[in-house]
Each structure stands twice: as C-alpha cells, then as structure tokens.
C-alpha cells in the first residue's frame, strides 16, 4: 500500500533563507506524489506533482521537488523564503486503481521569521 | 485549474442535530468525490468515497449511519452529519479529481468548520 512520510512536524527558517521540507513515500508500484499546501482555515492547493516525467519538477510560488527513487523521497525546496510562505505543507501520494484517493502525510507546519 | 465549491464554510449547530454540507464541482464533472476531516494540526483523515449514482464507500472505522453521504450528479456530493455531537466537531473538507487516472491532482473545496455546541 502507498504511503508518506513527513519527517518534521514544525521547521522555521527566517526570510531569505532554503525551504526544505522533507517526504519519504513507500509503494510497491511507481508512485505519483503531490505537494500541497494549506493556509488557515482553508482548502489544499497544489503546489507541485511527479507523475513519472522529469524527476525534478517545478512548481507555483518558486517551489520544486525532486524525485529520488534510490533513496525514496520526494523532498520540497525553495531557494529563499517568503513570508507569505508561512502555511501547513502536505506531502501525499497518489493511491490510483479503483480507489484512486490520495493519501497525506502528517503535515509539515513552515514558520518564516522577519 | 478546476474549482471544487464547498457549502458552508463554517456551521454552528446544536447537539442531536443534523448538518448538510455540500461539494460542488464547479466547472468539471466528477464521478467521485472524497470527503476528508481534518483535527487541528493533524492531517486529513479519509472518510469516505462518494461515487455518483451508488453507495459512498466508507473507511475503517467511519460510520455510515452517522456520516451520510449522497452523490447525486456528476457535479454534487453532500455529507450529512446526523444527530451530531460535541466529538463531531471538526474541519471537513471534500476534493474532487478531474479524470480517472492516478497522475490527476485532485482539488479541494475550502472546508466546513463544524461546530457542535
């Protein structure tokens, strides 16, 4: 069965400094991860997705993340953060077939300090 | 992208009443809907799978009688919570995928605040 793990409940970087948050994912078929993103109060938004094409991928707001099958992670990066960045990101997989809902990791909860 | 609608965005209601929550997809039509909930600062827990024109399909431990869900259109899934209780406060919140497949992102409505008092 697939699943994520968020290595970090709470991280803190002050402004300006490199975002990285961490996910490790299990699954015995090749998996499609997600990372999302939600502000209080609110829904998720898609920050970023794997879906088997290039392994470093690109998302909104200057994230990427990239993919490591050897080591089985799916790690999120931002060079320099905001402080609007400040928010709960969720890493999650992708469980398909007949199913097809996602599952989340625990959440990682990013403080960015002036 | 595609836009799930979620109706209401907070609700306060009295204990042993029921609450109706509504999922729309807004500009996209979704043969399955997922009805998440949320504690504070946890993650979100599955509830169920909403499937148009059968029965939603409940995870371990989920009770089906209490949490009622019908999908009755490709674009709207509701969740009732009946006779609700202080427990059954929390953040529920529903996503929708744009197609079948795996690769899809799945969206999300911006969630109900339950409230049971």
């Known amino acids: 069965a697939q699943s994520v793990t968020q290595l970090g409940s709470h991280v803190s970087v002050s402004e300006g400094a490199l975002v990285l948050l961490r996910c490790n994912y299990s699954s015995s078929v090749p998996p499609y991860l997600f990372w999302y993103v939600q502000y209080p109060n609110q829904g998720l938004q898609l920050l970023l997705k794997?879906?088997?094409?290039?392994?470093l991928v690109k998302g909104i707001n200057g994230f990427e993340a990239e993919f490591k099958k050897s080591e089985t992670s799916f790690h999120l990066t931002k060079p320099s953060a905001h402080m609007s960045d400040a928010a709960e990101y969720f890493c999650a997989v992708s469980r398909g077939g007949n199913n097809n809902d996602m599952r989340f990791g625990a959440g990682t909860r990013l403080t960015v300090k002036p | 992208g595609a836009v799930v609608s979620q109706h209401p965005s907070w609700v306060i209601c009295k204990s042993g009443t029921s609450v109706k929550i509504e999922c729309r997809s807004l500009d996209f039509q979704a043969t399955t809907m997922f009805w998440y909930r949320q504690f504070p600062k946890q993650s979100l827990m599955l509830m169920a799978t909403?499937?148009?024109?059968?029965?939603?399909?409940?995870e371990q431990g989920v009770e089906k009688d209490k949490f009622l869900i019908n999908h009755a259109s490709l674009t709207l899934s509701t969740l009732t919570v009946t006779s609700a209780h202080p427990e059954d406060s929390s953040f529920y919140i529903c996503?929708?995928?744009?197609?079948?497949?795996?690769?899809?992102?799945?969206?999300f409505g911006q969630g109900t605040r339950l409230t049971v008092v």
């Open positions: 996503s929708a995928r744009e197609g079948a497949g795996a690769r899809t992102e799945a969206f």
């Open positions: 794997y879906t088997s094409a290039a392994t």
């Open positions: 909403s499937n148009e024109g059968s029965k939603a399909t409940y």
